[in-house]
């Protein structure tokens, strides 16, 4: 088993930290060798991790399931999946909660993966130092993604390459308010805006290449 507790320091508030950390192509765009993939019908989506341990390059593959406490700005993360030659399985679960601190944030993480197979051996023990290397590069991408502008535009910026993954869906949601009075708009908010818009177009995109 891997046990991973790591904390990191964001100068920007917590909650345009959560707009980023709850957004799957946003964290996708914070983690070196990381895709996207196909949508499924109950929320969760497919995903994809190329990892090197020492001289070994080995591919992922899972099914991961997203949930989000945005009053609190918590979330779980659950996946199960295997590498590319089914030589190795594993399941992860990880929660994670932004908080307030000083002038910006910080984002605790922590979680546990299950291995078994013939590469455990290989996988858990490289572990440390792999998740090191990719918890510093995670959080030098999450403050400059942070940094940058908020809103659909920001959204959109996806790495080339990368497919898309369904909305996340939060556990709690606000009371709606009263009938002629004007809300902001939350982050949350601008997140299922973008991806109504893009399932739109994909849909679009299909139904175009269908009749051609």
Request: hydrophobic share 45%; aromatic share 4%.
């Amino acid at each position: 088993m891997i046990s991973i507790t790591e904390t990191i320091d964001v100068p920007s508030p917590p909650e345009r930290v959560w707009e980023v950390i709850s957004s799957p192509p946003d964290v996708v765009s914070c983690i070196a060798g990381a895709e996207l993939g196909e949508a499924h019908g109950d929320g969760s989506f497919d995903g994809a991790l190329v990892v090197k341990f020492g001289a070994v390059r080995v591919r992922f593959r899972a099914r991961v399931h997203l949930e989000l406490d945005e009053t609190a700005l918590r979330g779980m993360l659950t996946a199960r999946g295997k590498d590319g030659q089914a030589a190795t399985r594993f399941t992860a679960e990880a929660t994670f909660h932004v908080a307030e601190d000083g002038n910006g944030s910080r984002v605790a993480m922590n979680g546990e993966v299950q291995l078994t197979g013939k590469l455990t051996s290989l996988i858990e023990a490289g572990a440390g130092v792999v998740v090191s290397r990719m918890t510093k590069d995670f959080a030098a991408r999450l403050v400059e993604r942070c940094a940058a502008p908020a809103g659909p535009e920001a959204a959109a910026a996806v790495p080339a390459g990368l497919s898309t993954a369904p909305k996340a869906t939060a556990t709690k949601t606000a009371p709606a308010a009263p009938a002629g009075t004007a809300t902001p708009a939350k982050p949350a908010a601008r997140i299922r805006a973008w991806w109504a818009a893009l399932w739109s177009r994909l849909a679009e995109r299909s139904s175009q290449g269908g009749r051609a």
